[in-house]
């Protein structure tokens, strides 16, 4: 007979906040989030790069971990991070919207972050967590920006997701070995449904994040910050 009891296990993050020179009493944010078996370092780089010292920018790591085989040496392995499996998966869902619930509040009460200049971004895997959080909590967050990811399986079916006053900015790959561009295209229809705006654009990339997309997401960034 399955039971279950409930453990505390701690969750790791990095944050980079603006330089004491820059003032102002508030600063935007930038939650972001890595793609399956990536890790909180490689998706801090690229969020450094979007915010550019004018955000706080907060990644997170997955709660998941597992062993990743590192070049040909089979006793040579590296650990990578996920979001969840379709095992329980509504466990995994409520996790990560606690995590950004969390990191909104902690960054807004230690930090400075100004509560109604939240942006999430994710890759891969995590995108459909972050619209799974902002169609569950459409008032949340100002803007989510979503690379080479998809929509959530129950996008049609699940009674939680409602539009959005969510800003949307959904980067697709045009070599994506993941999503099709029948794919893709089907997602933006889907997310025209319920984003309050949406921003749908297509880069010359495979499965990986086009860094030719971040002048892009700053600028869409500073549009929606008003």
Same mark, same amino acid.
């Given at each position: 007979? #399955?039971? $279950?009891?409930?453990?505390? !296990? ?16 508030? &600063? ?5 989030? +890595? %793609? /399956?078996? %990536? ?24 709660? !998941? ?5 590192? %070049?040909?040496?089979?006793?040579? !392995?590296?650990?990578?991070?996920? &979001?969840?499996?379709? &095992?329980?998966?509504? #466990?995994?869902? #409520?996790?990560? +919207? ?38 569950? +909590?459409? $008032?949340?967050?100002?803007?989510? @920006?979503?690379?080479? %990811?998809?929509?959530?399986?129950? &996008?049609? *079916? ?8 969510? +800003?949307?900015?959904? @980067?697709?790959?045009?070599?994506? =070995?993941?999503?099709?561009? *029948? ?9 025209? =449904?319920?984003? $309050? ?5 297509? /880069? ?11 002048? $892009? @997401? ?9």
């Amino acid at each position: 007979m #399955e039971q $279950h009891f409930v453990s505390r !296990f701690r969750r790791y993050y990095e944050i980079e906040v603006p330089r004491p020179g820059r003032r102002r009493k508030r &600063w935007p944010l930038l939650i972001a989030l +890595h %793609g /399956y078996q %990536g890790d909180m370092t490689s998706m801090m780089r690229v969020a450094r790069r979007i915010a550019d010292g004018k955000m706080i920018v907060i990644a997170l790591q997955g709660p !998941f971990q597992l062993f990743l085989r590192d %070049g040909n040496d089979p006793k040579n !392995f590296r650990v990578g991070f996920g &979001w969840g499996t379709t &095992w329980k998966m509504h #466990e995994s869902v #409520e996790l990560h +919207h606690d995590d950004v619930r969390a990191l909104i509040d902690l960054a807004v009460r230690r930090h400075h972050a100004e509560r109604r200049q939240v942006f999430l971004l994710a890759f891969s895997q995590a995108c459909s967590y972050n619209y799974r959080f902002i169609f569950t +909590h459409p $008032h949340a967050v100002r803007g989510a @920006i979503a690379v080479c %990811g998809g929509v959530p399986g129950d &996008w049609a *079916e699940n009674p939680h997701y409602k539009p959005a006053s969510t +800003h949307v900015l959904h @980067i697709a790959a045009t070599q994506d =070995e993941w999503y099709s561009r *029948e794919k893709n295209l089907l997602f933006r229809r889907q997310l025209a =449904e319920r984003a $309050h705006t949406l921003d749908f654009r297509f /880069y010359n990339s495979p499965h990986k994040f086009p860094r030719s997309s971040i002048p $892009h @997401i700053r600028r869409w960034i500073q549009k929606h910050l008003a």
